[in-house]
């Protein structure tokens, strides 16, 4: 394996497809780094679509639909440029091979998804996520990229505020390796699903290179903006997405009634079917009336997945759904350029904040958002010509212990109880309800659940292909990343976007 690259892509999402793409000019080495399988990142998942706007007039509209979703927590200047650069991120997409939905006469197809006053959202059936990652991934291939999967980020190596490389563990020989590059880009995802047990979220989904930025000294802000959506199946928490309620799905109380505008932005969707629940009720995605010729070809996963996990045929019956942890509109600060305080390094996608989302995200723009701030990322990566060489560092030898001690340590608890711990706590204190004093709870518990980490470690011993290892690292990942939201969440005083603060 080649360890010096002129870019290297943490994280094989969307935002990191995109960057790694945008990077490869010439000859350029370029990586793509991830923790697992490169075509199973979270952004496979999203069914919804992309946003776009293609004249000034719409342009307009779009952006303020998004400054007013994010309950003007949020920097103006970055939102219109990623609305003006809507379009283009279109039909780059569709020039590299995107199987966008079309009409019969060849233009797009788009859907009107909540929070939005206009049929904007450009979509692939669907299936829009994964569309992209698989084109994507095909056009990475042919552009000689290099894949590097099942790779654990552990830590950066800085020399004098400037990027040089990172550190992972191969998890298939648990060894601990260096490589080297003259940019860093973390795409890595975001941190909603270190609510475990009520989240939308691949087990995958742990914040890990949200928690790396911390501990190297860069800056999270917004930490406390978990997006709930409103349409997960009760029970197996999978999403349905909101191309339901764009097809024109109802949301219904036991008393099949119906109790709110399902196009409205989703922490109000959210909000109100929690209050339905509060008082007793179930409550429902009813897609009786719209047939199955249209459900088949306008949404034929949600279809396949209410089959498959509810045993329910959404175009005849009811669906039990329920809000659950879906997005982390917090993250790494980052400016419009996705530029960290470290030269070199940058974040974009989920794991970022680029002020795009505030207090609660439009749908549609999380694709976008990947796309047009990985396109400027990876140019400016393509235009560095600084060389990167083997530097001395002692992180290298510190994470080499740190692993070792892993190892070599005797458990004193199964460290999976204290994640389903966290989960818990995380679920009935820092959730779409939260109070002063929850909170202050839900942070003593949390460290002393940080206490019992730092005491404990793995049983089985393998130096191998150990990804039990893996996940007792995502946990000491999840608890930090815990800790900052639940006292972001404390500081927050106000009740805004994606979730209510109670006076109790």
């Known amino acids: 394996m080649n360890s010096i690259f002129d870019t290297i892509v943490i994280g094989s999402g969307i935002a990191g497809l995109t960057a790694g793409l945008t990077a490869k000019v010439g000859d350029k080495k370029v990586a793509i780094i991830s923790k697992n399988k490169a075509t199973s990142s979270q952004s496979t998942q999203a069914q919804g679509g992309i946003n776009a706007s293609r004249d000034t007039a719409s342009t307009e509209t779009f952006i303020n639909d998004t400054i007013k979703s994010s309950h003007n927590i949020c920097d103006n200047k970055a939102i219109s440029f990623m609305c003006e650069k809507s379009y283009s991120a279109i039909t780059w997409l569709n020039d590299i091979g995107v199987p966008f939905s079309k009409l019969q006469d060849g233009s797009f197809a788009t859907r009107r998804l909540g929070g939005s006053k206009s049929s904007r959202t450009y979509y692939s059936s669907d299936w829009t996520g994964l569309k992209i990652v698989q084109t994507m991934f095909d056009n990475c291939i042919k552009a000689d990229i290099e894949f590097l999967e099942f790779y654990y980020l552990l830590d950066l190596i800085v020399i004098n505020d400037t990027i040089k490389g990172a550190i992972f563990l191969d998890i298939t020989t648990s060894k601990v390796v260096k490589i080297y590059a003259s940019n860093v880009v973390f795409a890595s995802g ?43 199946m009760v029970g197996s928490h999978i999403l ?50 719209i047939g199955y010729e249209t459900i088949n070809e306008s949404m034929p996963q949600e279809r396949e997945l209410a089959l498959k996990f509810a045993n329910i045929k959404i175009e005849s019956e009811l669906l039990q759904i329920e809000p659950s942890a ?7 600060s980052v400016n419009a350029q996705g530029k960290t305080t470290i030269k070199n390094l940058y974040a974009i996608g989920e794991c970022s ?17 990947c796309v047009v701030f990985g396109i400027v990322v990876g140019k400016l990566c393509a235009t560095n010509e600084q060389k990167t060489e083997e ?15 892993i190892f070599s340590k005797n458990p004193t608890t199964n460290f ?14 820092v959730g779409i309800v939260r109070d002063e004093k929850g909170l202050e709870v839900a942070i003593r518990k949390i460290n002393q659940l940080q206490k019992d980490y730092d005491q404990t ?8 292909f150990n990804n039990t290892i893996v996940k007792f690292l995502e946990l000491g990942n999840s608890l930090l990343i815990a800790n900052e939201l639940a006292t972001s969440a404390l500081k927050r005083k106000e009740t805004v976007g994606s979730h209510i603060r109670s006076n109790r």
């Open 190 to 232: 975001g941190y909603a699903g270190i609510y475990a047990n009520n989240t939308t979220n691949s087990v995958d989904t742990t914040g890990d290179g949200v928690a790396v930025a911390l501990k190297n000294g860069l800056k999270l802000t917004n930490m406390e903006f978990v997006q709930f959506h409103p349409t997960s």
């Open 240 to 289: 349905i997405s909101e191309s339901a309620r764009a097809s024109g799905g109802y949301l219904v109380n036991s008393h099949n009634k119906r109790f709110v505008d399902e196009l409205k932005p989703r922490d109000e969707v959210s909000k109100a079917i929690y209050e339905q629940i509060e008082k007793g009720q179930n409550v429902y995605l009813d897609m009786r009336h």
């Open 326 to 332: 879906h997005y982390s509109m917090g993250g790494i």
């Open 353 to 369: 904040d680029t002020k795009i989302h505030g207090a609660n995200r439009l749908g549609g723009n999380s694709l976008l958002e």
């Open 391 to 405: 530097v001395k560092s002692d992180k290298l030898s510190y994470n080499k212990s740190m692993i070792d001690d």
């Open 416 to 429: 999976y109880d204290i994640k389903n711990k966290l989960s818990k706590i995380l679920n009935k204190y």
């Open 457 to 464: 470690t793995i049983e089985d011993k393998h130096r191998g």
